[in-house]
């Protein structure tokens, strides 16, 4: 999804339309009754700057979708994310959004802290006073989001606190240690390698909110996997409709089994109602330290139970994995 680089509006003339456009049945369609971070008028300056505001201030379905994904998934990240910032004072955290295309979700994530930091934060009642210190990194192997990524934190004045790399995760050049993983859609196994990152980088927050899983859909259809008999399984993987949904959910149940496994206290859960998209699952897990070999005997014996696959997120970990679960 993209939509374009709008000119400039003067800033006072953006807010008289948005105040005349946004009436209250306008809002309650759009917001369904919801606080959410983003607000229409109160933020159609940064809304317009990202492209997800028009020049009269209204906003095309296409726009809708994403500015409801982003308020959704920063309403869900925002309270372990102040924790995270109150249990570090007058540390900088930093941030990874993987996969971050436009960089709608990291731009308003750092363009919300900035105003909660300033003392200003209308819409995160649980923000408000706090001082986030953040750096946020946006990572994406398409040169074109990126430009344009760079240029809306100018536009926004939060170039001093982000930064954009043009390559795959693999090959982002990230500092030792990372406070917070978010991918929203990063394609198929680009979401393995964005939860790998917080993994191996001892990220206290991840929240991932997986695409096309594409992995185990593969796997289902080669010929050996889970027969027609000789697993109860085989019945849902050898159906084609049924084999994508299952597919979609065991891997997400695969990566939250090792997620756990991996000292982390995780859930799956709907971030966003699926009239919106039906990729609506977001994967939340924040880290408690302590490796976990009851999620290690789930992890395993959900695998089993399937046949045995060793998915992208496995073979990413699968050297810490080895150290900790010589198994
Ligand atoms: C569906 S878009 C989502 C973009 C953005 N997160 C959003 O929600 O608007 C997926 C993005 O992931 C990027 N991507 C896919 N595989 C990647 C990888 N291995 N490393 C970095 N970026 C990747 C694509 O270039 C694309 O911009």
Redesign the pocket.
Known sequence: ?SFPILKPVDPSELARRARSHWTPDRLERLMAGKRLPLHPVTHCAFLHATGLMDDDASVTSGQVK?FL??NHMINLIAPPFQALAKAMPGRALTLL?????????SLAFAFLAREASTGHSPQIRDWRDTRFDLHVIG????AT?IAQSRDRAAVLGLESVMSFQC??????VLPDRLHAVM????????TD??LALGLKKQADLLAV?P?CQAELAQYFKTPDALQKGASPLGVIVHSPNLRRDAAATFTDALRLALVRSMGYEASATEFIPSAHTPKNRLILAERRGRWNKDGRAEFLALKAALGQPELALERAVSQELAARFPD
Do not use: F, R
């Open positions: 999804m994403k994904q982003i959004d993987a996969g971050c295309g436009n960089s709608w979700l990572v994406d192997t398409n989001v390559c795959t995760l693999q090959e982002a991918a929203l859609h990063a394609c198929d196994t680009a390698d964005a909110a695409c």
